[in-house]
């Protein structure tokens, strides 16, 4: 075989690869677009069937003939659900500011101080975390029964203040420990007490707060259980326990208005998540590592 006949099968050798690798490509992006509309149409179908009329819900139709925002304006005017979006901006609110703020300070402890004990407390938090939920429901509504806060926010508001969530603090204290040290003996040399020490390292920590306040937003927003057993008064009820106590009762009559109470529970976390995607994956990654 001569020089020329070898570069030719090398070159066709070559294109061969790159023409295999592009199809390969091709192949994953439309199968990674088909698992996309597939996720995706249920929440499709849900944006627009709460523009729909009810004969267009009866006919089956995918877009509405005459899109309405007369569903939505039923359930602001009607069912009053601006008052339960307050409740619930309240609860979600409180609970974005308490819980990164008391879950960093454990972590803080947990990471930056040196005490007798630390890593046994520490094991101990972790292991909390698999203690199913439902074992300790009927514990906590003992507990806030004799407190008297049943029918109120405070058994949604006031838990958050005290850690966090053993998980939380596990993710914050990760990140601090891969934060160099010298940060706190140079500030010690300039007479920074601990919780000096503490606000000037929060700054650092951005990324895993972003991660915990948003996933704080998540799992409040969509809190159902709690909401349930704990508000006993309707004026008190947040979205979620509200659009189940309609459905049950039929003031949701017609499936256009529950679609548009179900786009409307869904639309902050959408956004939320639109935004700070990236902040997302970053932090939870960013968590992991260090440490």
């Given at each position: 075989m001569t020089i020329p006949e070898t570069v030719n099968d090398s070159?066709?050798?070559?294109?061969?690869?790159?023409?295999?690798?592009?199809?390969?490509?091709?192949?994953?992006?439309?199968?990674?677009?088909?698992?996309?509309?597939?996720?995706?149409?249920?929440?499709?179908?849900?944006?627009?069937?709460?523009?729909?009329?009810?004969?267009?819900?009866?006919?089956?139709?995918?877009?509405?003939?005459?899109?309405?925002?007369?569903?939505?304006?039923?359930?602001f005017q009607k069912n009053n659900y601006m008052l339960y979006t307050w409740n619930t901006i309240k609860v979600v609110g409180c609970n974005m500011i308490l819980v990164p703020l008391s879950a960093s300070l454990c972590a803080y402890a947990f990471s930056r101080l040196e005490w007798k004990g630390r890593e046994f407390v520490f094991s101990c938090v972790l292991a909390t975390i698999m203690i199913p939920g439902t074992v300790l429901q009927i514990p906590l509504y003992v507990m806030f029964y004799d407190f008297g806060w049943l029918g109120s926010l405070k058994p949604l508001i006031i838990p958050a203040a005290f850690g966090g969530g053993a998980i939380n603090i596990f993710l914050l204290r990760q990140f601090m420990k891969g934060i160099p040290?010298?940060?706190?003996?140079?500030?010690?040399?300039?007479?920074?007490?601990?919780?000096?020490?503490?606000?000037?390292?929060?700054?650092?920590?951005?990324?895993?707060?972003?991660?915990?306040?948003?996933?704080?937003?998540?799992?409040?927003?969509?809190?159902?259980?709690?909401?349930?057993?704990?508000?006993?008064?309707?004026?008190?009820?947040?979205?979620?326990?509200?659009?189940?106590?309609?459905?049950?009762?039929?003031?949701?009559?017609?499936?256009?208005?529950?679609?548009?109470?179900?786009?409307?529970?869904?639309?902050?976390?959408?956004?939320?998540f639109v935004l700070y995607q990236r902040k997302l994956i970053d932090g939870i990654m960013v968590g992991a590592v260090k440490g």
């Amino acid at each position: 075989m001569t020089i020329p006949e070898t570069v030719n099968d090398s070159a066709k050798t070559s294109r061969g690869a790159r023409a295999y690798k592009t199809f390969i490509k091709v192949l994953q992006y439309l199968l990674l677009t088909l698992i996309a509309i597939v996720l995706a149409f249920p929440f499709f179908l849900l944006i627009s069937r709460s523009f729909m009329t009810e004969a267009d819900i009866n006919a089956a139709k995918i877009f509405p003939t005459h899109p309405t925002f007369a569903n939505y304006k039923t359930i602001f005017q009607k069912n009053n659900y601006m008052l339960y979006t307050w409740n619930t901006i309240k609860v979600v609110g409180c609970n974005m500011i308490l819980v990164p703020l008391s879950a960093s300070l454990c972590a803080y402890a947990f990471s930056r101080l040196e005490w007798k004990g630390r890593e046994f407390v520490f094991s101990c938090v972790l292991a909390t975390i698999m203690i199913p939920g439902t074992v300790l429901q009927i514990p906590l509504y003992v507990m806030f029964y004799d407190f008297g806060w049943l029918g109120s926010l405070k058994p949604l508001i006031i838990p958050a203040a005290f850690g966090g969530g053993a998980i939380n603090i596990f993710l914050l204290r990760q990140f601090m420990k891969g934060i160099p040290k010298e940060m706190d003996e140079a500030a010690i040399i300039d007479g920074a007490n601990a919780f000096r020490r503490y606000l000037l390292l929060l700054p650092l920590c951005s990324p895993i707060l972003i991660y915990v306040i948003v996933g704080t937003f998540s799992s409040g927003w969509s809190d159902f259980f709690g909401p349930l057993v704990y508000l006993t008064k309707r004026e008190t009820y947040t979205l979620a326990v509200i659009i189940y106590q309609d459905s049950l009762a039929s003031e949701l009559s017609g499936a256009n208005l529950k679609m548009a109470a179900g786009a409307f529970m869904s639309l902050f976390p959408a956004i939320l998540f639109v935004l700070y995607q990236r902040k997302l994956i970053d932090g939870i990654m960013v968590g992991a590592v260090k440490g």
